[in-house]
Every structure is written in C-alpha cells, then in structure tokens.
C-alpha cells in the first residue's frame, strides 16, 4: 500500500510534466526536449524501478523488464511530442534508470528498503519541480502566474516542499502498517497453498506446533509455510549445508517464549535465528500479528541466490 503511494504521486507527476510538453511542444526546443525526456525518463525509471525490485524481489528479471517498461514509457511519452531525438534520449535513460532501480531494490537490506523509497521520492519530486520551472521559462508561461510566483518565492516552496513530505510521510506510515498486502501481490505467492507443511505436534495436549526449516546453499524447505496467531511454535532451524545461514522474518511480529542453540538472538519481537553447518537451532515463539511475511537469509548474497520463503499467518 505504501509502495502503492509512492506510485501514484510519481504517476500524476510524471502527467503533469507529459501534458505541459505535449500542449507546449511546439515553443519547446529540441534540447529542452531531450533534457526534460532524459530527467522524467531516468527518474521514473529509477523511482518505478526501486519500487518493483523491492516489491518482486527474488525475481531479478521480472522486474528488471518492469522497471526498465517503466522508465522507457515516461521517457518515450515526454520525447514524443517534440523531436525524435528527444523520444530516443528519454527511452534509452528510462531503460538506464529502470535497470539500476530494480537492480537498488532487488540488492537493498530490507530495513532500509522504506528509507530508500522515501529518499527516491524526494529525489524525484525536487527534479521534476526543476524541469516544470525549465518548461515554463522556456515557453514563456504566463510570468506573472501563481506557479511563477510560487518558484521566485523560496520561502514558500520551502513550506510547501516540506508540507508535502510531511504528510507524504505520515500517510507512507500509516499504509506501511498493512505492509503484508503489498507482498500478496508477488508472484511467489501463488505456491503458498501448493506445498506441504513439515508441521507435527510435539504434544498434542500442549498445543506446541513444532515447525522444521531446513536450510542448504541458496535454498529453504519448506520454503512457504502457515502459522496460527496465538499458537506456540518451536522452530526448529536445521543448517543442512556448508555455509552459515539464518532465518529472519520481515516484519512478523511475535512474542518470544525461549530461545536456544547458537548465536540466536532477537530484538523488538522480531524472529531471528542463526545457526553454523550441520548445526541445528531452535526458538519457541507465539505469532501474534497475521498476515504473509517474507523470510529470508541474511548473509550476504545468499536472499538473492534464493534464501526467501514466505509465511502466512493467519
Ligand atoms: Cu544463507
């Protein structure tokens, strides 16, 4: 949902500055043309490329094509109406911005993945402010509009820049708190019901479920598994392989019973669990937020060679 915000302002931006070139194309130069098709091309790239990565990410080049459309539809919209030149300029930055942003989004540690949404997002709004302000000079708008007014008034675009992220921020934060719907969107998703549980009862009577996750080089299993909220779990996390691996989940909030083995540590009721080759650890906890939750890997390189699973607990 946050990400789906983040989205639609770029979305009406990017509008914005499509529709002021189309009805102003004929007073644009062919070097502003290629300056405005190049900066709405790369930064809607690199914005929608970030936002895709992160969103499907695991699957490279899925969202590589995505983000790399993205940039190359704004970047070839914006060129369009003024020269061909300015058309080739914006579609092959779209695809340069694309490629990188999916590439931010598919490498970037989750806990910082919102950080970086936000600072695109601020990237991306002063840019585009720039590049109206270009567009009115260049053709001459109006000099004594509101807009001209507001762009020769520093202290009001401050007010208003900061009044905008101020509210972006705190409706970016209200959204992120119903983070899990944006994960059902992923492709990976659809295995979810598909695959076994390695779920047995320790004891029947204490209701304890006693999950195991095996771990090997680049790979869970299971890698999709469902959880009840309010049920204790022992999570058994069986290093079957030659690396150090770990499990963390992504936002799964839980309280935690005990933890034992190697290494395990958790903070602020996050599950995290940590074990050594051919070493097993285990943690006994209670879900006690639903919703679907990304697991993975948290050495680095091994979530994108495919150390991500999802969890659904409902
Ligand atoms: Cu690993």
Redesign the pocket.
């Known amino acids: 949902m946050s990400i789906l915000l983040t989205g639609i302002i770029v979305a009406a931006l990017s509008l914005i500055v499509i529709v002021f070139v189309f009805i102003k194309r004929k007073e644009i130069t062919c070097m502003t043309g290629m300056m405005v098709a190049m900066a709405l091309g790369m930064l809607v790239g690199l914005t929608g490329g970030l936002q895709v990565g992160i969103l499907y990410s695991g699957n490279l080049f899925f969202s590589t094509v995505l983000g790399t459309g993205i940039g190359l539809l704004a970047g070839f919209l914006a060129g369009l109406p003024v020269s061909i030149m300015a058309m080739m300029d914006g579609v092959l930055s779209g695809i340069m911005g694309g490629m990188m942003g999916a590439m931010l989004g598919e490498m970037i540690s989750p806990e910082y993945q919102h950080s970086m949404i936000r600072v695109m997002l601020v990237i991306f709004v002063g840019m585009i402010l720039i590049v109206l302000y270009m567009l009115q000079q260049e053709t001459g708008f109006n000099r004594l509009s509101f807009m001209n007014k507001v762009f020769h008034n520093p202290l009001l675009l401050a007010v208003a820049f900061l009044l905008f992220f101020y509210t972006y921020n705190r409706l970016y934060h209200e959204l992120d708190q119903n983070n899990h719907t944006s994960i059902k969107n992923s492709p990976m998703n659809y295995s979810m019901t598909n695959h076994k549980l390695s779920v047995s009862p320790l004891n029947s009577n204490a209701k304890l479920r006693k999950v195991v996750i095996e ?1 090997t080089e ?1 790979a869970y299993f299971p890698k999709d598994f469902k959880l009840t909220i309010g049920q204790p779990v022992a999570l058994i996390f069986k290093n079957s ?1 030659e ?4 499990i963390a989940f992504e936002n799964m909030k839980a309280s935690l019973l005990q933890q034992s083995g190697h290494g395990n540590h958790s903070k602020n009721q996050t599950v995290h669990i940590h074990s050594l080759p051919g070493k097993t650890a285990e943690m006994t906890f209670i879900p006690i937020k639903s919703g679907v939750f990304r697991f993975y ?1 948290t ?1 680095p390189g ?1 979530k994108e060679s495919g ?1 991500v699973g999802f969890v659904e607990v409902s």
Not at 243 to 246: A, F, I, V, Y
């Open positions: 771990a680049f392989g690396m150090e691996h770990d890997c050495v091994h150390m």
